[in-house]
DNA sequence: CGGACAAGACGATACGTACCGGACCGTGAC
DNA sequence: GTCACGGTCCGGTACGTATCGTCTTGTCCG
């Protein structure tokens, strides 16, 4: 394999890591993620063009770094206003309430269109690539779901989620369907959809239980 | 816009559309999506690069006609043989057990190493590319999602499946989990997965009808 | 101490390769 | 005669590598 040698880390420069995230993710915006190009992120980051093929292997590699760094400074940024720095799923004690909650706000996250492109390329990078996919299931989106197994868990303790679930798979029953709706755009993914998948999931399809 | 222009299409050689099909679809197979060029293609089919870019706006399009092709040819296939011609989803009155069925035979096609990279690489561009995905989803995925909807509405009207559940909705928390997993390689994909989901579905979550 | 020095990451640039998308042939079928 | 065909050549762009001189950092000797 191509061990893909990353020199002496400890002598890395820091500003010009900043800077090429910062033009990856702004040219992706701009330019859409075909069109950004290595040689234009380094241009734009004022930055040799080795010096982004020294430390990463793809222009992929590249935007999952960036987008990384952004969400860690998001969280720290939460952590220190909210203080609490949690960051967990609400529990009311009415899971469906807190289920709505969360999943509107993740559609309106989806539908952002300033994160939309890089997320979209992000993504397809990863269904094609699977040591990108795996990097970006384990570092974004795994962090994300287990946020749900831990309230659907708490649901099983308290008495609201059936006993004999497992909260892995239910979560996908959950997120799944807004997911396939984003990734694919078969139909608008609206609130009223989120709050639809919610209440199906919860009460089944079945006439008789 | 761009109209790309198609010349005469009466004129056109069926031999060389095949050509190009067949080494579309061996090349994306053997190199990937990614390593496939037009003008390997080109090569490959025995054709000159230029009757690519005469009928076809981008490579990706050449790969979703090829899948066309290849689909129609087998559901005649199918048709031959079948003798009814439907390729419908089985009544037997249960309905876990028709949707297991049915959902099995996805994930046996979605594991299969063959058709796995052309599918993943259509799929992923549709994700980027709006116009390719809606393509995509008009002629290959929503036909199949109807096949769905269908066997729901019958489920209904039969009393198996409540009255107030739009069939649309429910198709997708289905099948949204088995793409979900497929596409981001999250967990394993298998008959087991695909039970449980059916069963989740059906059930529900909740404890208390 | 502190200056010399090696190591190595840096910005920059030049290079050969690959593919793009199109222009342009001569050929052959209708 | 028309026009799509296979094939070839073209300018342009981005790739990934190599190499330059510069700058920073850590070490060692006086």
Redesign the interface.
Known sequence: MSPHRTPDSSRRSDRSRRAIHEAALALVGEVG??RTTIEGIAARAGVGKQTIYRWWPSKAAVLLDAFLDMAARQAAEADASGGGGEGGIPDTGD?ATDLKLVLRATVDELNDPATEAPT??L??????D?VL??Q??ESL??PQ?QLYVTR?RAGQES?????D??P???V??L???L???W?????PLTHA?AD??VD????????R?
Not at 159 to 163: K, L, T
């Open positions: 993620y075909a899971l979209r390329a993504t397809a990078e990863g269904v094609v699977p996919g795996a970006f299931v989106l795994e779901l659907l008495g609201e989620v059936r006993a679930v497992d892995r798979v239910a996908e029953l997120v799944a369907p997911a396939h709706r990734l694919l755009r078969t139909l959809y639809a998948v199906h999931a919860l009460r089944g399809l079945s006439a239980g």
